[in-house]
């Protein structure tokens, strides 16, 4: 099926980030021809190795969600829209909640007026977050699983994706959302552990330095590797079943958070664990045991992960170990 | 219990419309030291006429949620605080979704900031909607009801209900969120139906003008008045039960839109019913049945309507034909 994205004309919103980068070389090598955006907001993932290897086969425009004018002049030739692009930090959405508006709700809202006011057939493919169920009353949670946002950050991210449904109701505008568990892979932000604990604990290993956990590390987790992910945001952007549609898109499977960092330090054959204490607050960020069900993205497109966590972890110590340089 | 508002600082954000200035008149009546803010929004409820024999019992403010340095200014001494103050129109947030966002997203979150700062012990009473529920699977709609909105409007009023809850559970701010369903009664705006289908139906019915209904009218809805309404946030803002807590405020019963139009005409001995099609694209905005579940603010406040539909509506009707031209 992704065979069809030959030829065709797809814009990535967050291009140069994490997900946006791995997605925009998967395109590129399906032979799509491919439109980045990015705002290199800071400390956020936007790096310009992350387009080794494929920087001239892409257009890129740094710009941002909340630009009117630049996302008018840029939507009319395109045919695919994935909208990654988010203030994506818990934390700094509690401590700055007005600016985590501005981007995650104003820059949706202005995305999707410009949509359907200049191209409403581009069909759209939004990444929305496993954080919209906070802490599950049961799990693995499902898509029906009760909305507990636990900070501004994933409120935000919530009203964007239902924007995007609104749109589709309203106006036909062609939409999907995927609610993305935890990532990891290549290409990701690993200066700080703000965004994505798991990737930073692979820099830890590499640099032989110790892997901290707060309490006792038996709160268990999905981590689901990027190029499944993209994988799965491919299918949901050409399969008819996926219009209108939210789906949860995770490893459908759970891990214990110590067993993780174990087998990290295993893999890696560097660094250590180190168990302390909760910080004070910190507990208000964290939601205990969280896995998401995959069931329905599975039977609609026939999506499920391909690479098991240690096939996952391997590969990505490896493309780190290597281009370290470029990513500490 | 509600006596304990004698002589308590009480600030309402929203004050000169329908519910604000309804629960201003029962506050300056229990003895409370009421202070208002409103930003006359064009078209929305804000009116002098409804403050009408307390004017001078109480202090007013013209100013906006989203005027910081205003709210710094007089949030400090303030013991409760009652947020009714919000874009209202379904519509206008679908024709201009930057602007319900800036009011009802932006606006509540720059009242949150400012308590945080500068008095996080005032009680918090924020007053949501049944429109988070959508068009719910099953009737009656309880607190735990999926969240299904259907506009921009109630997505961004949900958006905001839940940053109280975060402030709640970051920060201690002893907030209580009530979802109130449809509420009619004096001192509604009356110039238009784009907020209050209900509140226009007592209008055309005194000006003998039809009750146009579409399709076959048989939608059950639940009607709650004002007056009841306002008990409710009273005892929500001074009851300890009240902390942290999201309480649906509703009739608790149903009744067929057609019924509560030809109740309307028999009371108002005026009026008649025209019924006609759904007009192309208006049903978008019509949710079907629906009727919100009171069990929770029964048991947990000893809450309850004491009107009856027929009580409220003479009462309403009696309010609207001595004091029409204020109105309409």
């Known amino acids: 099926m992704i065979e069809g994205y030959s030829r065709r004309k797809v814009l990535l919103l967050g291009g140069l980030g994490f997900i946006g980068s791995n997605l925009a070389q ?3 090598q399906l032979g799509a021809q491919v439109t980045l955006v990015d705002n290199f907001l800071p400390d956020h993932g936007a790096n310009w190795f992350n387009l080794d290897g494929f920087r001239d086969q892409v257009q890129v425009h740094l710009s941002d969600l909340r630009n009117s004018e630049a996302l008018r002049a840029l939507l009319p030739e395109q045919e695919i829209i994935f909208n990654i692009a988010a203030q994506t930090s818990h934390s ?11 981007i995650n709700c104003k820059g949706n809202l202005t995305l999707l007026e410009a949509c359907r006011q200049v191209n409403p057939a581009a069909r759209i493919v939004f990444v929305g977050t496993r954080a919209f169920y906070g802490s599950p009353p049961f799990l693995p949670a499902t898509e029906d699983s009760p909305i507990l946002p636990r900070d501004i950050y994933s409120i935000n991210r919530f009203a964007a994706e239902q924007y995007h449904l609104i749109y ?8 999907t959302s995927l609610r ?16 994505n604990v798991l990737n ?29 992910a993209c994988e799965a945001m491919l299918l949901a952007g050409l399969h ?4 209108g549609k939210v789906w949860n898109v995770g490893a459908g499977e759970g891990l214990p958070f110590i067993e993780l960092a174990q087998t990290i330090i295993e893999l890696a054959g560097s660094g250590h664990l180190e168990q302390t204490d909760w910080p004070p607050g910190s507990r208000n960020y964290d939601v205990g045991d969280f896995v998401l069900d995959i069931a329905q993205i599975r039977s609609q497109l026939g999506w499920a992960p391909r690479l098991s966590i240690r096939q996952g972890l391997a590969q990505t110590l490896a493309f780190y170990q290597k281009n370290h340089n470029h990513y500490w």
Do not use: C, T, W
């Open 26 to 28: 998967r395109l590129v």
């Open 92 to 102: 700094d959405s509690m401590s700055n909640p007005l600016l985590d508006l501005d």
């Open 168 to 175: 589709h109701l309203h106006y036909g505008l062609p939409v």
């Open 180 to 195: 993305v568990g935890n990532i990891y892979g290549p290409r990701a932000q690993m200066k700080h552990p703000k965004y």
């Open 200 to 228: 930073f604990f692979l820099r830890l290993a590499l640099e032989n330095r110790p892997l901290k956990i707060y309490g006792d590390g038996q709160q268990v987790r999905d981590y689901l590797h990027v190029g499944d």
């Open 240 to 243: 008819p079943a996926a219009l």
